[in-house]
Structure formats: structure tokens, C-alpha cells
């Protein structure tokens, strides 16, 4: 008889498969990205039936298969409802959970995701700054820590600390003596928020706002940079541009 595992994760998607069950991809501390089924889940007497929503964090029991997992019992901790009663607030967690579907591996921890995650649905579902800041800054930490940080610290050119501009067929800044026509300007503010969101602790990732016209800069630097990196169109991403 096959041992069941504890697992601490979110379940990024939840599918309908059959009559009754559903199909979860639960981003896990443990063992990275894993796919598993919810036998029954979607009856209405189903002790799965709370557990097998997106957004949910907590630990999962599964029994592990050749392929994926049996979800067997589980507790949650957090469902984040200040997220699921916002329309808004649905479409952005579900585009984040969507980014970490395409980009995480099945069978590979990373608490580091996991938490980026956590605490982005967290201040996602406060009023103390933007959606669209979140994302923003959510984006360009998860390609941090997919490997891919945006070079913000020194010329991508000649190695110099005093970068002035963005240079995305370089993928980072360069310097005002390397800087062309082809390259975006940008502000010593916009260029220490870049470092900031690369650099901070998760703890102190959505402790600030910006102006709008700094917030412009931001805005072009890391969309530009993430369509770069992250060529995928994700239907929830399109559902969200539809609304706001």
C-alpha cells in the first residue's frame, strides 16, 4: 500500500474532470509544481469540496501515482477571501497563478515561489497600493527567482554602477556613455525601484507606492521586460485588460 505524503502548497487551477472530480495543480514547498485529483470533490458532500479551490494555501495529503497525485485530505490555512469576493482581485490572482504554472517545474521545490506567492495574494487582497503596481512588481520578482533578474545594477555594456537607461535587447540598464537613441531614459527614482523589487526581502516587497509619472517608467521597464522573457499569452491576462 502506497504511503500518503504531506504536502504545504496553493493550489494554482482547478479543473472539472468527469461528473465529480477535479484536476488541481498545487504549487507545493516540497516538490515544486504537482498535478492531482480530487476524487468527488464536486459533490456537494465532498470533504474536498472547500479544499480543491484555487488561492488555497495549506497542507494537502496525497497518495503519489506514477504520474500524479491522489488528493486524499488536507487542511487550509488561508483562502484568501479578501481576493475570491473582487472580480479584479480574481483575475490578478489567477493571471499570477497562471505565470508559475507555465514557468515552474513539476517535481521541483522552490519555497522561495511558494512565498512570492503567498504575499502577493496577500497584498492583493489590501487597499494599501495598485493592482497594477502589484503585478508589476510581481513579475519581476518571479523572474528573479526563475533566474532571469533584469541586469538593474550596473551597465550591461561596460560595467559601470551609474546606469541611466533601460536596454532591452540587453536585458538591463546601461550608462549614459553607452546610451543611444535606442535606449529608454529613465529616472534615478525608477532605477532604485528596479533595484528595490530585485533586491528586497518578500517581507518588504509591497511596502510602497509610486507617483505617477515614476510609475510610468515602471510600468514600460518591467512590461516590456516580461513579454521579453515571458512570450505566452495567458486568457487571463486578456480577461483582466478587459475590465480595467
Not at 489567477?94 to 504554472?101: A, G, Q, R, S, V
Not at 537607461?165 to 546601461?174: M, Q, S, T
Not at 509619472?213 to 518591467?222: A, Q, R
Request: with cysteine; hydrophobic share 40%; aromatic share 12%.
Amino acid at each position: 500500500m502506497r504511503d500518503k505524503i504531506e504536502l504545504t502548497g496553493i493550489v494554482l487551477s482547478s479543473t472539472l474532470v468527469g461528473d465529480y472530480d477535479k484536476r488541481l495543480v498545487i504549487l507545493t514547498k516540497e516538490r515544486g509544481k504537482i498535478t492531482a485529483f480530487a476524487k468527488g470533490a464536486r459533490k456537494p458532500n465532498s470533504p474536498f469540496l472547500g479544499i480543491s479551490e484555487p488561492f488555497n494555501f495549506g497542507k494537502f495529503i496525497m497518495l503519489e501515482g506514477f504520474d500524479a497525485y491522489r488528493l486524499v485530505g488536507g487542511e487550509i490555512k488561508e483562502y484568501f477571501l479578501d481576493v475570491k469576493n473582487d472580480i479584479e482581485g480574481i483575475c490578478y490572482g489567477t493571471y499570477f497563478c497562471d505565470i508559475l504554472e507555465y514557468l515552474c517545474v513539476e517535481g521541483i521545490g522552490d519555497s522561495n515561489i511558494l512565498n512570492l506567492l503567498y504575499v502577493t495574494l496577500k497584498a492583493l487582497g489590501k487597499t494599501d497600493i495598485p493592482n497594477r503596481l502589484i503585478r508589476r512588481i510581481y513579475e519581476l520578482k518571479v523572474l528573479v527567482y526563475d533566474g532571469e533578474a533584469l541586469e538593474a545594477f550596473s551597465c550591461v555594456k561596460c560595467g559601470t554602477e551609474q546606469v541611466s537607461a533601460f536596454y532591452l535587447a540587453g536585458n538591463g540598464l546601461v550608462c549614459e556613455k553607452c546610451r543611444t537613441s535606442e535606449h529608454y531614459h529613465i529616472s534615478e527614482t525608477a532605477i532604485y525601484t528596479l533595484q528595490y523589487i530585485i533586491s528586497t526581502s518578500l517581507d518588504k516587497l509591497y511596502k510602497f507606492n509610486l507617483v505617477e509619472s515614476v510609475w510610468d517608467e515602471i510600468d514600460y521597464v518591467i512590461g516590456r521586460y516580461f513579454e521579453r522573457q515571458v512570450p505566452k499569452k495567458f486568457n487571463s491576462l486578456e480577461i483582466l485588460s478587459s475590465l480595467t
